[in-house]
């Protein structure tokens, strides 16, 4: 665990940089994680974290696939907006758990 | 007459017949189990299909010979549920009504959802081994080989027993040694997942294993669609894999039964309580196995612990208690290592797997997280272990419950 100052707020992450608490998560915040990875937000990352964070809510075990048939976008539309780990890089600026892959 | 139905005839519906013919009255129950198909297939055993170890007789029995007297098996396929009319639909027209529901359909696999992947190359150059079809036909295919380019890839998750693809390349290291053409193959192990395996300590000592027997891990790889003409692989973010034999895990999901029914999700996996292993949405209908969407490993060990904890629920439905049995998530795999060896990994919903002794704690006489020969005799011997005791429902001399006791934090 860590505290990481983002958009003048104090925040709880952990070793990998992701919110202990998504409660704590703003717009201005995500941008500010964004820049850390390389990301320029759009408005289509924003509609991306909505869902997401909905999910989220829900208890829902998010996967890329889920999110490609999300209607926002697809698979390959969600490797563009974030290069390398869509679906790491994604929850982490939306401020919610690392998404845990289970077998 | 009370009815309960049980629809798929596989591990989880043979065990759960088994248990169930012995307590439900029979003046009071029928009980009916309903599958397709009539041979049941020993799933562990098709890995060693390819490598010339097992043919497709040491793999296979008739279902009828495994279902107990007493108990109605339908040989039909299943058209779909009505859970609001607590009925299940046969296809050809036959209605079974029910009191209770055990949905035990499994998982199967979906090639067609990969571009590419069931295309002119299909059984030729590609192949998967979760069927006796693609097992037999990559053992033909094996042996008049000379080299290449041999990758072992994962499409999507989750996939029924998560430790079989890494099982499969040390087998076929083993396999070309044996040859003396290992130094021609050059294995590959793709897997979307970020290493070797999932979870931190396990994942460490099977990418140290891949390590010491030159098999290269690309983690982190989702596959898009497979290039027949090119004969590569292509991700979604346009990384390529070259191939000359490529083994698929391909798509795992739920009976298209469920898909029909309204039932699943979006794999047509059942949204199941994890801990009583009731429907989510429907009291009267138990899933067993592969066909629930619980987070554990889709193999035959969860299924087998998981069915105790049914069977215990179920009855306390029927006589309308609470169901006080919960599932830990229990999970147990042999991991065939190659050259005679094997290891073992013991987990649950909350606990990675560690190292340690098994099942006697201190004493073992398996080693968990360690790779020995002992090991590799327990995988042999569980052959007949699942034909003789697993399937009829017989005690074995191990928990249902995961333990700490022996394991090594």
Known sequence: MATKTYAGVNVEVTEEGYLTDPTQWSKDIAAEIAKEEGIDLTDKHFEVFDYLRTQHEKGVQLTIRMVGK?????????????????????????????????? | MKKLVVLGAGTGGTIMVNKLRKVLDRSEWDITIV????????????????????NRQDVVKPKADLIPAGVKLIYNAIDKVDPENNKVLLEGGQVLPYDYLI???????????????????????????????????????????EGGDLVMAIAELPFKCPVAPLEFVFLADHYFHQLGIRDKVNIKFVTPLPGAFTKPR?????????????????????????????????????????????????????????????????????PTDKFTLRSEKHENIFVLGDAANIPTSKAGSVVHFSADVLYENLLSAIEGRELMAKFDGHSNCYIETGFGKGSIIDFNYDTEPLPGTYPLPGIGPFGLLQNTKMNHYGKVLFRWIYWHILLKGKEMPIENEMTMAGKKL
């Open chain 2, 202 to 270: 396990s994942s460490k000592m099977l990418g140290e294993l891949m390590n010491e027997k030159n098999i290269e891990v690309i983690p982190e790889y989702y596959i898009e669609s497979v290039d027949n003409d090119k004969k590569e692989l292509v991700s979604y973010d346009e990384k390529k894999i070259p191939f000359d034999i490529l083994t698929i895990v391909p798509t795992n999901m739920g009976s298209e039964m469920v898909e029909r029914s309204g039932m699943g999700d979006d794999l047509g996996f059942i």
């Open chain 1, 70 to 103: 999300s209607g926002i976008t697809d698979i390959k539309g969600l490797y563009t907006l974030f290069p390398g780990g869509p679906l790491k890089k994604s929850s982490r600026i939306s401020g919610i758990p690392k998404p845990t892959s289970c077998v």
């Open chain 2, 103 to 145: 949905i035990a359909t499994g998982t199967r696999t979906v090639p067609e959802e990969t571009p590419g992947l069931k295309d002119k190359l299909w059984y030729k150059d590609i192949f998967d081994f979760y069927t006796i079809e693609g097992a037999v036909a990559l053992a033909e295919k094996f042996r008049g080989w």
């Open chain 2, 35 to 54: 599958d397709q198909h009539k041979t049941h297939y020993y799933q562990p055993g098709f890995l060693f299909i390819p490598f010339g170890i097992y």
